[in-house]
């Protein structure tokens, strides 16, 4: 059975940083893609960060334009945990926050669509403060 359980959202001020974590059962670390997607209020699910990695070793991330030199999404492949490190948070990242989970690669440069996740974490709250 497939989990994943994400931790680590909460309340912030803008300018500072939070950790979330997924811990992923039922899914090898290599050969799926993993990924952080987010919904703001009154906003459409988006593609925030994925990274696939091969089981050679090779691996590749994606991200949103608006994150990129802030965010970070990284693997603790023995313990298989996905890790998204956010920094200088900005209120506009105000929005739960989803491990998403693909069969496959996202080693493309095309962000991988919804339509492809087939296993959802039950989301964490993210709110950042001006």
């Known amino acids: 059975q497939v989990q994943l359980v994400e931790s680590g959202g909460g309340s912030v001020k803008g300018g500072e940083g939070l950790r979330l974590s997924c811990a992923v059962s039922?899914?090898?670390?290599?050969?799926?893609?993993m990924a952080w997607f987010r919904q703001g209020p009154a906003k459409e699910r988006e593609l925030v960060a994925s990274?696939?990695?091969?089981?050679?070793?090779?691996?590749?991330?994606y991200y949103l334009a608006s994150v990129k030199g802030r965010f970070s999404i990284d693997q603790e492949y023995v313990k298989n945990i996905v890790f998204l490190q956010m920094n200088s948070l900005k209120p506009e990242d105000t929005a739960t926050y989803y491990c998403?989970?693909?069969?496959?690669?996202?080693?493309?440069?095309?962000?991988?669509?919804?339509?492809?996740?087939?296993?959802w974490g039950q989301g964490t709250q993210v709110t950042v403060s001006s």
């Open positions: 039922g899914l090898s670390p290599y050969g799926t893609c």
């Open positions: 998403a989970a693909a069969p496959g690669s996202c080693s493309t440069p095309a962000p991988l669509s919804e339509g492809r996740v087939a296993y």
């Open positions: 990274i696939y990695t091969t089981a050679e070793g090779s691996y590749y991330r």
